[in-house]
């Protein structure tokens, strides 16, 4: 129970936000790193939105994700295979997963209940890396991905809100925090 899983999602939003509810995840992003915060293996894929398959102008600006990008993809059900297929290898041996917050958390299981997807990550306890940096740090409140590295003599590498790179991002504060062993549920 040496690895863990950091997992970055982006999705479907407009200026202002949109409810949890209303989005959907249009780029999957894992780095599996050792404690270390060292990548061991990734995953990419973009995925292609059902109920609002067009993005908004907003949304395309801050993700730098084409609707090209979008258009070509497949749909979360298959990707969720794709990845689970991806994870599969590595699951023995995984103590975790975690998030920068806990909106990556909220919005996959939204989608699995939405499509009907199990999932291998439900058996893992999740860590919410942005509640414990701030903890870690006695941070009066959690802060974003980029302050944080910043708090830690980082830079933020890559190009923001892109799921592959804030995922990279995160796994880098990993080694900054006393991460718990290997729990379930």
Same mark, same amino acid.
């Given at each position: 129970m040496?690895?863990w899983?950091v997992?970055?999602?982006?999705a ?5 936000g ?10 999957? %992003? *894992?780095?599996?790193v050792?404690r270390?915060?060292h990548? &061991? ?12 398959? &067009? ?6 600006e &801050?993700? =730098?994700?084409?609707q090209?990008d ?11 295979e794709?990845f689970?297929?991806w994870? *599969?290898? $590595?699951r ?6 975690t998030?920068?917050?806990? $909106? ?11 499509? %009907?997807?199990?999932?291998?990550l439900?058996?893992l306890? =999740?860590?919410?890396?942005?509640? =414990? ?10 802060? %974003?991905l ?12 890559g190009?923001? =809100?892109?799921?592959?790179?804030d995922?990279r ?17």
């Amino acid at each position: 129970m040496d690895k863990w899983l950091v997992i970055d999602l982006e999705a479907t939003t407009d200026e202002g936000g949109w409810p949890v509810a209303d989005m959907e995840i249009i780029e999957i %992003g *894992a780095s599996l790193v050792d404690r270390d915060g060292h990548e &061991l293996d990734h995953f990419k894929r973009f995925v292609r939105p059902l109920r609002r398959p &067009l993005l908004t102008l907003f949304c395309q600006e &801050l993700t =730098h994700i084409a609707q090209s990008d979008i258009d070509s993809a497949t749909p979360l059900p298959v990707v969720w295979e794709q990845f689970e297929h991806w994870l *599969a290898p $590595y699951r023995p041996r995984l103590a975790g997963w975690t998030s920068w917050g806990d $909106y990556d958390r909220r919005q996959l299981e939204q989608e699995w209940r939405r499509h %009907g997807l199990a999932s291998s990550l439900i058996a893992l306890s =999740h860590v919410n890396l942005k509640q =414990h940096f701030a903890d870690t740090r006695q941070l009066k409140r959690p802060v %974003g991905l980029r302050t944080a590295l910043q708090l830690a003599g980082m830079s933020f590498q890559g190009q923001q =809100h892109r799921a592959l790179e804030d995922a990279r991002n995160t796994a880098r504060l990993l080694p900054l925090t006393a991460m718990p062993d290997a729990q379930n549920g």
